[in-house]
């Protein structure tokens, strides 16, 4: 009996190697999460009296402070460089992604920088007026609201990208439909555009939210309790991993409750393009003062977002690079880049691997795994670290003994302390982007599609390179930069997992800025920013180009059949 | 079967194994950033021929690490910028104790642990800085007058996430006792002059400006923006507030220890007793007070010019063991007193 449902098993191997995929990439968190069981003490009772309710409030505002944000300037831009011909749309197109590239802590010390008490923009004002403490409001930068801000700045290009490409592929003419039924411009966009896009906004906002909820340099640095300083905190401070474990719990019971009230609030409304544009997706031409308008919002997300910062670190830049340029930055570079594309591509084939599986057997386990792969993003780097070493050494532990009975020597450790413990951290953390990326460009290719493939004698392999390639080609694009850019960032896990002499830019960055020398981490910082352009211009440059050649390629088709149908 | 398993796994090992043994090797794990930590060991490498391999990350993550890896951790050298995390770590069992004669005559009994399990490498003080245009030193007396209401809405300083924080509040319940301790805890975050942000540096800049009259910072970051280039922000900041020793009537102001130890599965020992060794001598002492000023441990290597000019001072006597005993009672009664 036993021995036949093993079989059966075997009848699935994909899904067996999905589960199989999901336990190693969910191991690290659930590790951690099974610390709950460690005696907590009263610890515990410690942390609810004083600062648990603290960390709730902060947490909650920050996340809806964040999504607020990125909401307004992601969605605005993106139906703006989508929908609207103004001057200078082109440039914006892709210039908006750039924020993307510069890390939370780094706009957040560079603002802060400018704008605190003893900044340059408040000492000139005083100076100028004669003020002094007291007489004046001024925002404080380094606040709840600070932290809002600043985390909204570098996170809206998720939401932009994702609203952009949904908006792209949205069909010309079921917006003709709503304007024909009488639905006036913004009815229209509110209506039909809005809607359709409604699962890709998510998705980009979902990934903005657990990046911020698993921040820590920035609100660390703006004095913000939040569960991510907490856990640091209540772990290496009050030195009890049950109790800081308890609390990573409470961050993913959040991130759960977020994400079930979408999914609830969306209830059964399914999302299905046809996928067909006889014509290009219509613009409105806009006239002098509304494009005026448009222009406007789009320089400013862009400038605040992205190049007075870089002025900034570029001015800091100027005085220290020399300095900072030495030997070892060239080795410091290729180390980032290589971590970073190996990192990607590695995501992106996992993604795939998952979610063509999920989509062949979407059976509740496959399903339950699948979930629990992309859960690791909003995990904080530093648990997923502390995650990742306990079963590495483990493993390692375990092999050095059995290596030193069974063959008298010891292999020490070749799993955590190398690249490989890195590699797997990164997955762990990373595997949400590339996923939700891949699935929502999946969704696209309609089980329809393969019907209609498969009956018209396409053979499955035909099938994959003459459909489903073309059509995914944009999302592992997107997917696999996005990881990379990540991965260029990524810090607290970084910092601890690497091995010996191991630098990357993020952590160069981020030693100096700590020890406050903002001056001197310019240079790294600069550079980490320089290198996620060129997978970012990449990125909407493909994006650009889809627009146009999909609109060609894709053969006539009768009218779409719904947009967005909420049941 | 068993010769091809061996040999896979010696590749194995040799690919990827952090290569932790050989004769002439020191792998040093340091929450000393490498920017203060480097250049001393590239000077080691230099003068010994013996190779170091660092890895730098925060503290508490990096004793993790040490305690997961167990027997088989490739470290040698613990390095860390607070006593308090040294006590940690030997109370997890991960250093192990080293007798060296050189080692205990550089470093005076007081900063080192007793049983030679860590041993201090430079010094770092607490005291009170002060915006000379707006307070009258004579105002100030101890860290106990802090809580004082006639400092209300006048003093910056750090969030309590701080190591350093934490530590100067574990001395305070080695001196004053718990409930003194959290009195005085909630009187001074009463006295507060913002919610607590930003880093040390930041605390002098905020009271140089006037957003506070007081700020409490390690002496070496006002060292090193007196010695910002002339003319520049932080030079001008630094000039406006002066250095104002506490406690000098009765214990003295608050001092804690860089230092590091030799940790308990070093597989190789030796080279990280020479290593420790080395980081006292006058060379690498004087490179510390010159670099990073900070105070040497040493008694007779000179301070840097900026550090001679905040003046002699008297420090704290507390064994610094007490700094890590105390720490996770001092991070609940920050929690209680409401220091963010």
Redesign the interface.
């Known amino acids: 009996m036993i021995l036949r449902r093993a079989l059966a098993l075997h009848a699935q191997p994909r899904a067996l190697g999905m589960l199989l995929i999901a336990a190693i990439l969910s191991l690290p968190v659930v590790v951690v999460l099974s610390f709950v069981f460690h005696p907590a003490g009263d610890v515990w009772r410690h942390l609810s009296a004083t600062v648990l309710p603290l960390y709730v409030r902060n947490s909650a505002l920050l996340m809806v402070g964040v999504a607020a944000g990125t909401l307004a300037l992601g969605v605005t831009t993106a139906w703006l460089t989508t929908m609207c011909t103004f001057p200078g749309r082109k440039l914006f197109e892709w210039a908006l992604l750039l924020p993307l590239a510069i890390p939370a802590y780094i706009i957040a010390y560079t603002y802060t920088g400018m704008l605190d008490f003893a900044g340059p923009a408040q000492t000139f004002l005083r100076h100028l007026f004669g003020w002094s403490r007291g007489d004046y409001w001024f925002p404080e930068i380094r606040s709840l609201g600070g932290a809002m801000v600043m985390l909204s700045l570098v996170l809206y290009p998720y939401v932009y990208l994702l609203a952009r490409s949904a908006f792209l592929e949205q069909s010309p003419y079921a917006i003709d439909v709503s304007r024909t039924l009488g639905c006036g411009t913004w009815s229209s966009f509110f209506r039909v555009s809005l809607p359709a896009a409604r699962p890709a906004i998510i998705a980009g906002l979902s990934l903005a939210l657990m990046e911020t909820l698993a921040d820590f340099g920035t609100v660390q640095y703006f004095g913000v309790p939040t569960f991510t300083t907490g856990i640091f905190r209540t772990w290496f401070g009050l030195g009890d991993s049950g109790a800081a474990a308890q609390l990573a719990v409470v961050l993913l019971a959040f991130i759960f409750f977020v994400f079930a009230a979408e999914r609830w609030s969306r209830k059964r409304a399914s999302f299905h393009h046809v996928g067909n544009r006889s014509r290009p997706l219509g613009t409105y031409v806009l006239s002098p003062g509304r494009a005026w308008v448009a222009f406007s919002a789009c320089a400013l997300t862009l400038a605040v977002g992205f190049v007075v910062p870089v002025i900034q670190l570029s001015i800091w830049a100027v005085q220290t690079a020399g300095e900072m340029m030495e030997a070892g930055f060239f080795e410091l570079l290729t180390h980032t880049l290589a971590l970073a594309a190996a990192t990607a591509v590695i995501s992106v084939l996992l993604a795939l691997y998952l979610a063509y599986g999920r989509r062949a057997h979407a059976t509740l386990p496959v399903r339950f795994a699948v979930r629990l792969a992309g859960m690791g993003y909003a995990v904080p780097g530093i648990v997923i670290a502390v995650g990742v070493m306990l079963p590495l050494a483990w493993l390692d532990d375990v092999l050095d003994a059995w290596t030193r009975s069974q063959f008298g020597f010891s292999t020490g450790l070749i799993l955590s302390g190398t690249l490989v413990a890195l590699m797997l951290a990164y997955q762990v953390r990373f595997l949400a982007v590339s996923l939700q990326t891949v699935e929502s460009g999946l969704a696209k290719i309609t089980p329809v599609i393969d019907e209609a493939g498969r009956s018209l004698g396409c053979r499955v392999s035909e099938l994959v390179r003459r459909v489903h390639v073309p059509m995914l080609r944009g999302s592992l694009l997107t997917a696999s930069l996005l990881v990379f850019v990540d991965v260029m960032k990524e810090l607290p896990a970084t910092l601890v997992l690497r091995p010996f002499d191991f630098n990357t830019l993020a952590v160069r960055a981020y030693e100096l800025a700590t020890d406050e020398r903002l001056e001197d981490a310019s240079t790294a910082a600069l550079s980490i920013v320089a290198a996620g352009l060129v997978p970012v211009i990449l990125l909407s440059l493909s994006i650009a180009r889809s627009r146009y050649r999909e609109t060609l390629e894709v053969p006539y088709a009768p009218l779409p059949q719904a947009v967005g149908q909420q049941t | 079967m068993?010769r091809l398993?061996?040999v896979a796994?010696?590749l194995?090992?040799l690919v990827?194994?952090?290569i932790?043994?050989g004769d002439s090797v020191v792998?040093v794990y340091s929450a000393r950033?490498?920017?203060?930590i480097k250049p001393l060991l590239d000077k080691f490498s230099a003068q010994t021929g013996t190779e170091t391999?660092?890895?730098?990350?925060?503290?508490?993550?990096?004793?993790?690490?040490l305690r997961?890896?167990?027997?088989?951790?490739?470290a040698d050298l613990f390095i860390t910028v607070d006593a308090g995390r040294l006590h940690?770590a030997k109370a997890a069992g991960l250093l192990q104790p080293v007798e060296s004669a050189a080692l205990e005559a550089a470093v005076p009994v007081g900063y080192r642990d007793p049983q030679g399990v860590w041993f201090g490498l430079s010094l770092r003080a607490r005291p009170i800085m002060y915006a000379t245009d707006r307070v009258n030193p004579d105002q100030l007396s101890s860290y106990l007058d802090l809580a004082d209401p006639k400092w209300r809405g006048r003093i910056c300083i750090?969030?309590s996430?701080n190591i350093y924080n934490?530590s100067l509040v574990a001395s305070m319940i080695a001196a004053h006792g718990q409930d003194a301790t959290l009195e005085w805890m909630k009187g001074l975050v009463e006295n507060f002059a913002?919610?607590?942000?930003?880093?040390?540096?930041?605390q002098i800049?905020?009271a140089?400006?006037?957003?506070c009259d007081i700020a409490i910072a390690n002496t070496y970051?006002l060292a090193r923006m007196r010695n910002a280039e002339p003319g520049s922000?932080d030079h001008e900041?630094a000039k406006a507030v002066a250095v104002f020793w506490p406690n000098q009537d009765g214990r003295g102001a608050h001092v804690n220890v860089s230092g590091a130890g030799v940790t308990n599965a070093a597989p190789n020992r030796d080279n990280a007793i020479r290593l420790l060794e080395f980081l006292v001598t006058d060379e690498a002492q004087a490179w510390y007070a010159r670099v990073n000023n900070e105070y040497p441990v040493k008694q007779d290597v000179p301070w840097s010019s900026a550090v001679q000019e905040m003046g002699r001072f008297k420090a704290d006597g507390l064994t610094l063991a007490v700094l890590g005993s105390n720490?996770?009672q001092a991070?609940?009664l920050m929690?209680?007193a409401g220091w963010?």
């Open positions: 068993q398993v061996t796994l010696t194995l090992t990827l194994g952090p932790a043994r792998n950033k490498e920017a203060l391999r660092l890895v730098t990350a925060k503290a508490g993550p990096l004793l993790e690490r997961r890896e167990g027997r088989n951790s490739p940690q750090r969030s996430s934490q913002r919610n607590p942000a930003g880093g040390d540096r930041d800049r905020a140089a400006a006037g957003e970051y922000a900041a720490n996770a991070v609940k929690d209680q963010r």
